[in-house]
């Protein structure tokens, strides 16, 4: 396939492999994980001076993409786009390096099919759309070999000793991506491990054509030298680097077996995925039915070709695979498709090997069957993820979309010089993501544990809190009388959690209604005006009231969408909302919002408002110019 059409292909793959990892990054997955996150701050660190050579924050990371993001914050602020997109393009780099990988170790089409395979899997696709350090190790590792193997290759073809600058110049190269491997994730710290299996069958099966002690030492050395470091931040800091495998190994703890950890393992490709939403579609193995029978018949062959045949190539596929497995193995929550990137793109090998070797044994006919298969498989497991995936109504609370939504609505209402935000101290503490995207501003005021609240001296301020605080710091902080419209937050829940619950309360002062003529007048309480906004599945209605004088019936708001006769839509809830009626002080005015759910298209003229108050529990009605309900025509409360 040497020729303008295998090159067409690998160029439409690639693009193809950039488009899926590029495209709708920055919302998509949507939200900002809190390992993002702490990467960005490293990064921002980085930007201001620091140099560290490993991160100890958040269980300790290495460096190596900390150091891109830097430069891609540089380049594209502080967004979740600038934290994402050094890893999509190292996805897209990867399928490249596969495609060299399997060139290298076996044919053109087998590289192809490979490269195919990394482009449009799922498991590839959904980590690297993740701003996550893990992303470095396939791309770098895979380029590692392919250059190592090639040096080798060039090395042993001349016939002198002596290393020239045309094999030794490559040789170093592949040490220098050896070590730098190391600065990528943790798991590649089983690198060497698979290096010496590799070589120990290499030796004890094919000793004639085993490297030469100054081949090998052309490659150590640098590879050392690069090492060394890092090596010696880990001797003074052990408790620091190697922190984070003793926290998820699950030797010791009895929590699982290794035997089920294995049994998971292996079942990933073909049976049981990742159960986690941040790393998978929950459950979906890494291939489909037809591939996963492939992906084992292809282990079998180059078990075969490697042990009976003694082919080196075969041997390294299996065990580069088998080694950089042992991460999700030998740890909990198996199978762990995040720890098993190592195996990234060496286990795509398997199903291309086992499809070769049916290309070769079928006519152009069953040829055609087989690319269109191909296709058609590698573009279904690419939708998933803009389909499936991302209608998946676990995602958003996986990766903390409430976070993303808060800093959005932050920095919009911070961006008006005049405006005050508040923001509860323990949510800028807990969730790195708000440090992050909003930043330290000079009309940022965080509000830290037990400080006295004093009256703002603005008149445009809005307050952030926990759930758990109520209306009380909103009333320490604004003296009446005071415009304030309640809202809770962006929805969240953590992974452990059932049930999703707001995450924050916004409590924003409004400029005060003067002399305002009342929609109705239920006596301590006046509506002042009502508007319908366009809301997810229907609207919000916003509700403007004056407490005349202090409240002390417990007073209920309903509202009612009707159709003619019928019952369109209804909410129902305490005067106030989130700043409840009793909690009133006189001349203070409350926007509450209310939602209605609409379940199918309505025509508006036809619709029309009904809403009053009742006293719980009695249910009895308060009347409002005789009336125990306002009629308002639908069309005159639509926002313009």
């Known amino acids: ?62 460096p190596l993409y ?15 786009l600038a934290v994402r997109a050094p890893a999509a393009l ?32 799922l498991w590839t696709i959904a980590l690297n759309r993740i701003g996550l350090r893990a992303n470095t190790l396939p791309p770098l590792a895979t380029l590692m070999l392919v250059v190592a193997v090639q040096a080798w290759r060039r090395y042993s073809f001349v016939k002198h000793p002596s290393m020239t600058f045309r094999t030794l110049a490559p040789t170093l190269l592949a040490g220098v991506l050896f070590g730098l491997c190391f600065y990528t994730y943790t798991a590649a710290r089983l690198i060497p491990l698979s290096c010496v299996a590799v070589c120990l069958f290499w030796y004890i099966a094919k000793r004639s054509s085993f490297p030469t002690i100054r081949w090998l030492t052309a490659f150590a050395l640098p590879a050392a030298l690069v090492i060394a470091p890092l090596a010696v931040y880990a001797a003074q800091n052990p408790a620091i680097y190697f922190g984070r495998v003793e926290q998820v190994a699950i030797v010791g703890r009895g929590e699982r077996s290794l035997f089920d950890n294995l049994f998971a393992v292996l079942g990933m490709f073909t049976w049981q995925g990742d159960a986690n939403a941040r790393h998978n579609l929950p459950g979906r193995p890494v291939f489909d039915v037809v591939l996963g029978l492939l992906f084992w018949g292809g282990v079998a062959l180059a078990a075969y070709r490697g042990w009976v045949r003694r082919e080196l190539a075969y041997v390294l596929a299996l065990v580069w ?77 996986y990766f903390q979309a409430a976070l993303t939504t808060l800093a959005a609505e ?12 508040y923001l509860d101290y323990q949510l800028w503490e807990k969730f790195p993501a708000l440090r992050f995207l909003i930043g330290e501003r000079a009309n940022l005021v965080l509000l830290e544990p037990q400080a006295t609240l004093e009256p703002v001296n603005t008149q445009a301020a809005r307050l952030v809190l926990r759930p758990e605080f109520g209306v009380s710091p909103a009333l320490a902080l604004w003296p009446a009388p005071v415009h304030l419209q309640g809202e809770n937050g962006a929805l969240y829940r953590n992974d452990n959690e059932v049930n999703a619950y707001p995450l924050y309360l916004t409590f924003t002062q409004q400029a005060l209604e003067a002399n305002a003529q009342p929609l109705a007048d239920f006596g301590a309480a006046q509506l002042l005006a009502v508007q319908a906004m366009p809301a997810a599945n229907g609207y919000n209605i916003q509700l403007t009231w004056a407490a005349n004088a202090p409240i002390t019936e417990d007073l209920h708001v309903f509202v009612h969408l009707k159709d003619g006769e019928a019952m369109a839509a209804q909410a129902d809830n305490v005067l106030g909302g989130l700043y409840p009626a009793q909690s009133w002080r006189a001349g203070d005015q409350v926007t509450q919002v209310e939602w209605l759910l609409l379940t199918e298209e309505l025509q508006p ?36």
């Open 66 to 80: 900390i150091y891109l993001l830097a430069g891609s914050i540089q380049l594209l602020g502080r967004t979740s």
């Open 321 to 397: 695979t088998a080694t950089m497995l042992l991460p999700t193995a030998l740890s909990n929550e198996a199978p762990h498709f995040l720890r098993a990137i190592g195996a990234i793109p060496m286990a795509f090998v398997f199903p291309a090997l086992a499809l070769d070797w049916l290309w070769n044994k079928t006519n152009r006919l069953g040829q055609g069957v087989l690319s269109l298969a191909l296709s058609g498989s590698v573009l279904l497991n690419a939708a998933t993820y803009f389909t499936t995936y991302a209608q998946d109504e676990r995602v958003p609370f």
């Open 410 to 421: 932050s920095n919009a209402y911070l961006a008006e010089p005049a405006h005050t935000l």
């Open 90 to 121: 190292l996805g897209a780099l990867t399928v490249l390096a596969a495609y060299g990988l399997a060139r290298t170790l076996f044919n053109p089409r087998v590289g192809l099919i490979v490269a195919a395979l990394a482009a449009g899997s």
């Open 1 to 62: 396939m040497q020729n303008k059409t295998h090159w067409a292909l690998l160029a439409l793959i690639v693009a193809f492999g950039l488009w899926a990892r590029l495209w709708q990054l920055e919302n998509l997955p949507p939200g900002f994980y809190t390992d993002e996150a702490f990467y960005a701050l490293d990064a921002v660190e980085v930007m201001d001076g620091a140099r560290p050579i490993y991160f100890p924050a958040n269980n300790g990371r290495e």
């Open 605 to 640: 003229a036809r619709l029309r408002l009904v809403m009053g108050l009742y006293r719980f529990p009695s249910g009895e009605r308060l009347l409002t110019g005789g009336q125990d309900a306002v009629e308002l025509p639908w069309l005159s409360l639509l926002s313009q």
